[in-house]
Structures are given as structure tokens and as C-alpha cells.
């Protein structure tokens, strides 16, 4: 009598492993979920802060907790989506800690000068304290904790856990998981732009010229169906599409480096900032470095599609499949 297959020890501990990070993903949406409670208290206590400013808070830590509690729970059947998106959201959370790393490094040897007024108000044990425990923070949840993550599920061993409990091909498993980022990232802004820039009137620049309003909303529209079109070609694999998203992304960022401080201050006063939340950022160098800061991300963004270009064939998989079929039935009718 044959003896029953016995499930690998591997394989049981990437069950097991995917239940308890799952579990830890449930407490990081519910982490998120108690800081969105906090949102509308802290918007009473700055009555001349803009209300809509606290909203859009409130919506980020709603969506963030939203996304990991689904997630965990998606770990915790061992679902492939969860996995493929966990990896994505983990490396942009990855990629988020190293800069906020960075500059909270920047704060501490290179400060600019309202940081240096204000570290001469501490005693010096005061301010090592403070500096170690942000780098500590931002370093430990900002790197440490995506880092985890992203080694675990990454495992060819939990892969393969994950398609045994979860058979069949998912919308996840059609495209490279760098490629399903980026078209995901995308939908993501096309969904998102027009809600959260009717909050600030439709306002922004664009190659110095500063919009809001009906023109605002005009071009805001435009961009929204262009980051759409981009998701869907992008998911097909469209090697035009890859051509287009390199050019926008390429003149964002020129864009952004041609903004000057002046049409900043602009953008906020036309946004709803208070003269002294704009003071305040005018003087910490804020505005000076967001036109600079917003180019190397658009630059840097396009550079990584630059690198999915493998990903992108001359001829999309569609007409590649056509292609394939017709020439087998052309075989098969010559052998008859």
C-alpha cells in the first residue's frame, strides 16, 4: 500500500509564516487605523490650520489602513495577490524610510538655519536624545520593518506555498511584479488626483506657469486620463505606452526643476496654506528644495521605467499569441 505524501517541514513553515506576518500586517492597518482616529483631534487644537489639510491626512491613514488589513488577511489564506502586493507595497515603503532616513541625517549635520536657532534652545544630552530617537524611529519602521518583509515574502519556498493553496493564474501573475507596480502606482494617481486636488483648488505649476480653478481642473482632468491610459497600457505590456510614460515622466520632472520659490509661495497661497505655515516653510529652505526634491523623484521614476524596457516587446503579447497560433495552424495544414 502506498504511503501518503507527507507536506515538507519547508512548506509547513511558510504556512506558518504567512499566518504570523499576516497577523503583523493586520496590526500595522490597525496601527494606522487608531492614527487616523487622532487626525480630527489634532485639527482642533491648530484652529487656524485648514480643515481640508486634516481631511487629507485622515484619507492616508484610512487607505493605509485599509490596504494592510486586507492584505493580512489575504496572508493569512495564503492568497497570491497578497503576496504579489505586499511585495510591491513593502518596497515603496522601503524606498519611503531611506528618504525620510536621509533627511532626518540632513537635520542633524547639515542643518539649515532655523534647525540651528532651534537646536541652540536644548541642552546638548536633550538633543542627542532627540536625534537618536528619529533616526532610531525612521531607520526601525522605515527600513528594518519593509526590509523584513520584503526578504520573507520574496522566498521561492513561500511563493511556491502560496500557489499550491492558491491554484490558478491571478490578475497578479500576468505581468512582472516591477511592471504591476508601476502600472498599479498609476491607477493609483488617476483615482486619486482629481478628489484630493479639488482640495486645494485644482492648483498647480507646470513649467512655470501657475494654474487653479476651472483651468486647473482642465488640465488636472487631462493628466488623470493619461496616468489611466498609462495603468492599462502598461498592464498590456505596450511598448508605446512605455514610450509615452518615459516622456511624461521625463518632462514632469524638467518641469518641476524650472519651479522657483516665488511660484511656490503661489501654489500655497492659491492652495489655502496660512501666511505663517508658508513663512515657516520659506524660511527652513522648504520651498527653495521642493522643486529640486519633486524633479529627482520624476527623474529617478523615469529612469526605473527606462530599466523595465526588457518587459516591454516591440509587439505586445496579444498579437505575439495571434502570431503564434496562426503560423501552428499553417504547420498543421501543410502536414494534412
Known amino acids: 500500500m502506498a504511503r501518503k505524501p507527507r507536506r515538507s517541514t519547508t512548506f509547513q513553515g511558510c504556512q506558518t509564516g504567512l499566518i504570523l506576518f499576516g497577523v503583523l500586517e493586520l496590526l500595522l492597518g490597525f496601527g494606522f487605523g487608531l492614527l ?73 549635520f547639515f542643518p539649515t538655519d532655523a534647525e540651528r536657532d532651534l537646536y541652540q534652545t536644548l541642552s546638548p544630552g536633550t538633543l542627542l536624545v532627540i536625534h537618536l530617537t528619529v533616526i532610531g524611529f525612521f531607520a526601525v519602521l522605515g527600513i528594518l520593518l519593509p526590509a523584513i518583509l520584503i526578504y520573507f515574502y520574496s522566498r521561492p519556498n513561500v511563493k511556491a506555498t502560496c500557489e499550491t493553496k492558491d491554484p490558478g493564474e491571478g490578475w497578479t501573475d500576468r ?76 518632462l514632469m520632472g524638467l518641469s518641476m526643476f524650472l519651479n522657483t520659490p516665488d511660484k511656490m509661495i503661489e501654489v500655497c497661497l492659491r492652495q489655502g496654506l496660512p501666511m505663517d505655515e508658508i513663512a515657516r516653510m520659506s524660511q527652513a529652505g522648504s520651498l527653495s528644495r521642493a522643486g529640486l526634491s519633486g524633479a529627482i523623484v520624476m527623474f529617478l521614476w523615469a529612469g526605473y521605467l527606462f530599466c523595465l524596457r526588457k518587459y516591454f516587446p516591440a509587439v505586445p503579447p496579444g498579437p505575439l499569441k495571434k502570431a503564434a497560433r496562426k503560423v501552428a495552424r499553417r504547420r498543421v495544414a501543410r502536414r494534412k
Open 36 to 108: 487616523a482616529v487622532f487626525i480630527p483631534g489634532m485639527g482642533s487644537k491648530v484652529p487656524d490650520f485648514p480643515p481640508k489639510f486634516f481631511l487629507m491626512g485622515l484619507a492616508f491613514f484610512l487607505f493605509l489602513s485599509a490596504l494592510w488589513i486586507t492584505l493580512g488577511f489575504g496572508s493569512l489564506f495564503a492568497r497570491r495577490w497578497a503576496r504579489a502586493l505586499t511585495l510591491m507595497a513593502s518596497w515603496f515603503w522601503l524606498l519611503a524610510g531611506l528618504a525620510a532616513t536621509l533627511v532626518s541625517l540632513k537635520a542633524v
Open 175 to 250: 505581468v512582472p511584479l516591477p511592471v504591476l507596480g508601476l502600472s498599479l502606482l498609476s491607477a493609483l494617481q488617476a483615482v486619486l488626483m482629481l478628489p484630493v486636488l479639488a482640495l486645494l483648488n485644482f492648483t498647480g505649476v507646470f513649467f512655470g506657469w501657475v494654474v487653479s480653478g476651472l483651468p486647473g481642473l482642465m488640465l488636472m482632468s487631462l493628466l488623470t486620463a493619461l496616468n489611466a491610459y498609462l495603468a492599462w497600457g502598461f498592464y498590456r505590456l505596450q511598448r508605446r505606452v512605455w514610450r509615452i510614460g518615459l516622456v511624461y515622466y521625463l
